[in-house]
């Protein structure tokens, strides 16, 4: 009969390593956990592979975690699979790095989700995360995906990415993320980003993205996008989009778009594109096909000033129905030179209720006689007294003549 059991635990916590290596197999296996809970790393790194393996799984659970993070690697390795599998889960969540790069594929995917959960992100090298199935990739907890460092993201296994619950990933990690990795989420993931970290996402990245993907982005998730994300998109994706998504978005994502981007839309993205909310700084980019593309609605959603912002072929090639339909307000924001450049077909189509009688005094020195000889007599009456005023002599002479 061993005597172990009889030793204070005191005694045994202050055994040297050598007396302590030298115990027998059968004392060994008698320690009581009471015993086994004051040993230190150096005492258990001292023992044989076999002296490991007579412990039992009462024993080894005894063991601290500061004695579990203090073995080598030879010990690690002594234990068996069985004994890994023992493990407590706040002993598991103590293992070091590189106690987990000694444990074996079968002793990592043999650990139960609770062991797995108790993992540390940062003790979990590209490696490990590798070995570990796609069972207990699926269960890592927040803290533990939140943990993960873009260097591990993006060294994932197609496998465990594509069961990695996204949904909990931050900014950052998004931000971080190769384009390879970007390109091998499933859609249902790339559906499940949150809204903050689709922000994090960079034109290379959602260059990536599936047509099917872009399109199955929420309108929560499409708005936001940033107006610098929107700025850096490829008419491709813009194009890829649909008329919904177009038709959301926000007034900072359209004034975020460039001219190059808003002349390459196609006409039913152009279409949906809310075109009041364009700065006019946008508007004068904008080309004659574009222009011409626009629907009558969106002619008329038009302010003043943007209006005033289109190109003199800009305003040609807006069709006598949309000239007819401008407002007060929008004809007064026609300018001198726009009037100057304006064909007569289109000048003619101003209304007399409206288009006439709103354009403003400064544009009036753009009125050609071309123009005043195109107008009906009913036009012709339609211009006020301060907008003669400031006629030159033939321009007025002109309309005299027209409504005498």
Do not use: C, R
Request: proline share 1%; no cysteine.
């Amino acid at each position: 009969m061993s005597v172990i059991p009889f030793v204070s635990a005191q005694k045994i916590a202050g055994l040297a390593t050598t007396t302590f290596s030298s115990l027998k197999t059968s004392s060994i296996a008698a320690l009581a956990t009471t015993q086994m809970a004051v040993l230190n790393a150096g005492q258990i790194n001292a023992l044989t592979s076999t002296s490991l393996q007579y412990l039992a799984a009462t024993q080894v659970q005894a063991l601290s975690s500061t004695t579990i993070s203090g073995l080598i690697d030879a010990q690690i390795q002594a234990f068996t699979t069985t004994q890994i599998t023992e493990l407590t889960s706040t002993q598991v969540g103590a293992l070091t790095a590189t106690e987990i790069d000694a444990l074996s594929s079968t002793e990592l995917q043999n650990l139960s989700t609770t062991q797995a959960n108790a993992l540390t992100a940062a003790s979990l090298s590209t490696t490990a995360l590798n070995i570990l199935t796609t069972t207990q990739v699926a269960a890592l907890t927040t803290t533990q995906v939140q943990g993960l460092s873009t260097t591990q993201l993006n060294a994932l296994s197609t496998d465990n990415l594509n069961v990695l619950d996204v949904t909990v990933l931050q900014t950052g990690q998004v931000a971080g993320l190769s384009t390879t990795v970007i390109g091998n989420l499933t859609t249902a993931q790339v559906a499940a980003l949150t809204p903050t970290a689709v922000t994090g996402l960079n034109a290379s990245q959602i260059e990536q993205l599936t047509t099917t993907e872009l399109q199955n982005l929420s309108t929560t998730q499409a708005n936001a996008l940033t107006a610098a994300q929107i700025g850096s998109l490829s008419t491709t994706v813009l194009n890829n989009l649909t008329t919904t998504q177009v038709a959301a978005l926000t007034a900072p994502q359209v004034q975020g778009l460039y001219w190059s981007q808003l002349n390459g839309l196609s006409t039913a993205n152009l279409d949906a594109l809310d075109v009041a909310l364009l700065l006019p700084v946008q508007v004068v980019g904008l080309n004659t096909t574009t222009v011409t593309d626009l629907t009558s609605d969106q002619v008329g959603a038009l302010s003043a000033a943007e209006i005033g912002a289109l190109s003199v072929a800009g305003v040609n090639s807006l069709t006598t129905t949309e000239i007819a339909a401008l407002d007060t307000m929008q004809a007064g924001g026609l300018t001198s030179i726009q009037i100057a450049g304006m064909t007569t077909t289109n000048f003619s189509a101003l209304s007399s209720t409206s288009g006439i009688p709103g354009l403003s005094t400064s544009a009036i020195a753009g009125l050609t006689t071309d123009e005043i000889n195109s107008l009906t007599t009913t036009q012709g009456n339609a211009f006020v007294m301060a907008q003669i005023a400031v006629m030159s002599i033939d321009v007025a002479d002109a309309l005299a003549a027209l409504i005498q």
